[in-house]
């Protein structure tokens, strides 16, 4: 165990101590919790780039980055700027407004599969509608969605949901009946022939296949060669859709997402985090013919008080003009590269049996010796010593993902130093595990 704990939470912990009394665990969303590293949450009081300060003015590194949103870096000077501007004119319209285009024409532009985008508040909105927009247009019921895979907190997919459900070990929720999830089949990530006896056992009934094309809420697994293209292939021959949720991956793993960077294009896609530069925003978009089923200009319904406002709007241009420009994906790729090749090689020089990897600015790592294909397999990682490990980088000055089951992010913002820092922290903490 670690030792060294010079680190003082006093503040944290009596702001947390009240949080419990005012709020369920104390948290607006249950991870945060810190429930499954054990310990108390540090309670942030301010960002900027690579750093948080928590209320006791201790700073971290953070390689959470708000859960995605922050891929330039915390506070970004341009994005705040913009929003500064931006406030000046009123913080919600409820009416159409221009920088509604530019976002719309920005994600258009970079996303292979859409050629026209709904604005929403969320990824639990944006997969909500995605999925009733799947219905309506195959006329079917059914869903596929794979295990440890994160569509938000809709009841639909509450069926082995992976991240925070998995954190805390339900492997369902109570309240959510089981006419909500009868539709949902599930397979496990990377099995192409589950999908396929799915589609076998139930002809004409799928509407589509939803998933994370790299997954992000049960660590970080990445699609087997051949997986994407599998299940392309399957979901024209079965005339249903597949759908990425690319929530956390849409301009991280490549400014185009996954669907970019693998040369997968499905019929449909959700985004959020990145598009709403740390502002609340999510997106659904897709084939012409499939988008203009949405209301009005179709019979399917779907609405959002505060959806398109300008504030959200304002953060998502900005942060997507700074990913545009040149060299920032080589910089991130090569940020996370040498953080996960020092990691992986700190803990095999430090006796410990690990795997992990990256793509581009989002990584993970496992103390299992892998592969790691899928939820199950992620489930071999050793949790308590990934527990000791996250307490020890935490009393170290850098914040991980309060759990083995959420992938790591980096920004624009992370330099050489925080990387050397970085790992010259885990291997303090690594050595004394
Ligand atoms: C975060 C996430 C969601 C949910 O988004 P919220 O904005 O938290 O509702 C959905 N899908 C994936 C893949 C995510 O990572």
Request: proline share 5%.
């Amino acid at each position: 165990m670690v030792t060294t704990t010079s680190l003082k939470t006093t503040k944290s912990e009596e702001i947390f101590s009240a949080a419990r009394n005012l709020m369920p665990g104390g948290v607006s969303s249950p991870v945060r919790a810190f429930k499954s590293v054990g310990g108390q949450p540090i309670v942030f009081d301010r960002v900027k780039g690579a750093y948080i300060w928590d209320v006791d003015d201790n700073q971290y590194i953070d390689y959470v980055g708000t859960w995605g949103p922050a891929i330039c870096g915390h506070a970004h000077p341009d994005v705040l700027k913009a929003l500064s501007e931006a406030l000046e004119k009123g913080t919600s319209f409820g009416a159409p407004c221009y920088l509604e285009n530019i976002l719309a024409e920005m994600v258009i532009d970079a996303v292979p599969s859409i050629e026209m985008v709904r604005f929403v508040n969320s990824g639990t909105e944006a997969c909500m509608a995605v999925l009733r927009l799947m219905r309506a247009y195959t006329g079917r019921d059914k869903i596929i969605k794979f295990e440890g895979c994160y569509h938000g907190h809709a009841d639909m997919f509450l069926v082995k949901a992976g991240s925070g459900v998995a954190t805390l070990g339900l492997p369902d929720s109570p309240g959510v009946p089981k006419s909500a999830t009868s539709a949902t089949l599930t397979a496990p990530y990377n099995d192409l022939e589950a999908v396929k006896r799915l589609f076998a056992e139930n002809p004409g009934e799928i509407a589509g296949v939803i998933l994370e094309p790299v997954v992000g809420n049960s660590g970080f697994i990445v699609p087997d060669a051949g997986f994407l293209e599998g299940l392309r292939e399957l979901t024209k021959a079965n005339d249903a859709l597949l759908v990425f949720d690319e929530v956390m991956t849409g301009f991280r793993i490549a400014y185009g997402g996954a669907q970019a960077k693998f040369g997968v294009t499905p019929d449909l896609t959700t985004l959020g985090k990145i598009i709403g530069g740390g502002l609340p925003v999510g997106a659904y978009g897709g084939r012409r013919d499939i988008m203009e089923m949405i209301a009005p200009a179709g019979p399917v319904y779907q609405a959002g008080t505060l959806s398109g406002n300008p504030l959200a709007m304002t953060a998502g241009i900005k942060t997507l003009e700074i990913l545009k420009r040149p060299g920032t994906y080589d910089q991130l790729e090569q940020t996370t590269q040498r953080l996960i090749d020092g990691l992986l090689a700190i803990a095999s020089d430090t006796g410990h049996t690990v795997c992990g990897g990256h793509v581009s600015a989002m990584f993970g790592m496992f103390f299992t010796a892998g592969p790691v294909q899928n939820y199950d397999d992620a489930k071999k990682s050793d949790l308590e010593k990934f527990n000791r490990f996250h307490r020890g980088m935490l009393e170290n000055g850098v914040y991980l993902a309060p759990s083995q089951f959420e992938a790591g992010f980096t920004s624009l913002a992370h330099t050489d130093e925080d990387i050397e820092n970085t790992l010259a922290a885990a291997r303090t903490v690594l050595s004394n595990m």
